[in-house]
């Protein structure tokens, strides 16, 4: 058997465990908000119509925030259709998704799910149809007090208190030509900066994201950031970065390995910003927003949106199944995520409920977890007081798309209030089990407080409605503590979570 020797050490921190690592995302998108997370007629729904079963997965998943309302949605939005009665609010086309929205939904009831789901709201404004005078209404309506035209609107419409909306989107996707009123990347910077600068003047404490690129393999990656950050540098905190993976062509070692390319992404966009922050002669560093990143199977069925003269209320869209491979491959994104925790102050798994989601439900019935549930859920719950970088001696292997990857990759957090260490490792190798020797010497006298795996045999294995427990992680017996030497068998195309303490 393969043996893969790991050193974990307190000496190795990269920074603090962010709970900002562990947001979603809901957009106004096929059935994630309709029939998602809003179904008014549902057994459990509460008085908004939301229903009270999805709240509480939200709730076991751990999401710390949720970037809203979209997305490509949010590129033609006007937030002002969804307040006020709802029998009086227009419906409209919806042109990123050739669909009807109806606006039942809107800000107030998406802040009043907020905090049912004990989640922090991430706000994205329309830089495409719309521009500065909008966001700053917006802004308005969410975060001041009272006494003024939105504000007492706001007030008017049952929330007395402001909503302090902390994180704001600039746009969504500016460099994508898919999206309503894409722009250059001078052209967006420009309105990035002066959105912001005018944003702060309303709200001094806000934490501003602007558009990065929709993807790596954008024509513009790279100088897209330049020149975006170059206009908008001193206004702005973060820069966005999204990300998709799939299994192509049958090619699962590729696959397993695309957290190769998340660090790739991740170090290459800071690198940009640092590079304009040393022309420009600055202190302040921007850190990057992972706000959209999973694995989204875009050639497959449910993807494309419809078209002609349908435009369908909540149609099916996006509704990706999720086998094992597709957890792991969550799984070692999250690694990539925590171990960047330098540089990535914000993250939103895309999406939350039904579109590309860990969460499912049928409309009117059962709500189900699928397999990226679990590792999102144990890295969200379990990662706390510092990220610590895993030193990793391992076997390697080929894959087509990223060259020579080691088998397992693994990232630790260390508490010391509590004393516990937890060791997130996934087995990407497509055969082969793989023994586990960590080195734990730093941590003292230590002793396995719990150890899982998720893993199934078929790694195509898809949780449905009628089982999804089946892949739930399950305990890991092979785990023990010996001499400062943590030891444990991954099987192949595995995410393990291994708990170890006083
Ligand atoms: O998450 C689905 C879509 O992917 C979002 O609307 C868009 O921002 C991205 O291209």
Redesign the pocket.
């Known amino acids: 058997m393969r043996t893969a020797r790991l050193t974990v050490d307190p000496a190795f921190r990269v920074g603090p465990v962010r709970r900002h690592t562990f947001g979603s995302?809901v957009?106004h998108?096929g059935r994630c908000v309709y029939t998602g997370i809003h179904d008014p007629g549902h057994p459990t729904a509460d008085a908004d119509g939301f229903r009270r079963d999805v709240i509480d997965l939200t709730r076991e998943l751990g999401v710390s925030t949720v970037r809203y309302p979209?997305?490509?949605?949010v590129s033609g939005y006007r937030w002002e259709d969804g307040i006020g009665p709802v029998e009086q609010r227009p419906r409209r086309l919806d042109l990123?998704w050739h669909s009807t929205e109806p606006n039942t939904v809107g800000v107030d009831e998406f802040m009043r799910w907020c905090a049912a789901a004990h989640v922090e709201p991430m706000m994205a404004v329309n830089l495409g149809t719309r521009g500065i005078q909008d966001a700053l209404e917006l802004l308005e309506y969410c975060n001041v007090p009272s006494g003024t035209h939105f504000s007492d609107l706001r007030r008017a419409n049952g929330a007395a208190d402001p909503y302090r909306v902390k994180f704001w989107c600039l746009g969504?996707?500016m460099d994508?030509p898919?999206q309503l009123g894409h722009k250059t990347a001078r052209e967006y910077g420009r309105l990035a900066a002066e959105t912001a600068r005018a944003m702060r003047m309303v709200d001094p404490d806000l934490a501003l994201v602007a558009c990065g690129s929709?993807g790596t393999t954008m024509p513009t990656f790279g100088e897209w950031e330049r020149i975006v950050l170059t206009e908008s540098y001193e206004e702005v905190d973060l820069i966005s970065a999204?990300a998709?993976y799939r299994e192509e062509d049958g090619d699962l070692a590729s696959f397993l390995a695309s957290a190769v390319d998340m660090d790739r992404f991740i170090s290459a966009v800071a690198a940009t910003a640092d590079a304009v922050r040393a022309a420009k002669k600055l202190d302040k560093r921007i850190h990057v927003s992972f706000d959209?990143w999973?694995a989204?199977y875009r050639l497959r069925a449910e993807s494309p949106p419809p078209t002609g003269d349908d435009w369908p209320v909540a149609p099916v869209l996006?509704e990706d199944r999720y086998n094992v491979a597709d957890a792991v491959v969550v799984g070692s994104l999250l690694i990539s995520l925590l171990r960047n925790t330098d540089r990535v102050h914000a993250a939103s798994l895309?999406?939350l409920v039904n579109?590309?989601a860990p969460i499912m439900t049928e409309p009117g019935g059962r709500v189900w977890k699928q397999t990226i549930f679990h590792p999102f859920a144990q890295a969200s719950n379990l990662a706390s007081g510092d990220v610590l970088r895993v030193a990793i001696d391992s076997p390697t292997h080929e894959t087509a798309k990223w060259g020579d990857v080691t088998d397992v990759d693994a990232v630790a957090s260390h508490d010391a209030e509590t004393g516990e260490t937890v060791v997130f490792v996934v087995n990407r190798s497509t055969t082969e089990d793989i023994t586990l020797e960590v080195d734990v010497r730093s941590l003292g006298a230590v002793r396995v407080l719990a150890a899982t795996t998720l893993h199934n045999p078929d790694h195509t294995w898809a949780a449905t409605a009628d089982d999804d427990s089946s892949v739930a992680p399950r305990p890991n017996a092979t785990a023990t503590v010996t001499d400062g030497a943590l030891t444990a068998v991954v099987p192949p195309v595995s995410w393990s979570v291994l708990r170890i303490g006083r």
């Open positions: 995302f957009e998108l979209g997305g490509n949605f990123a969504n996707e994508g898919w929709s999204h998709y959209e999973n989204w996006l895309a999406q579109v590309i």
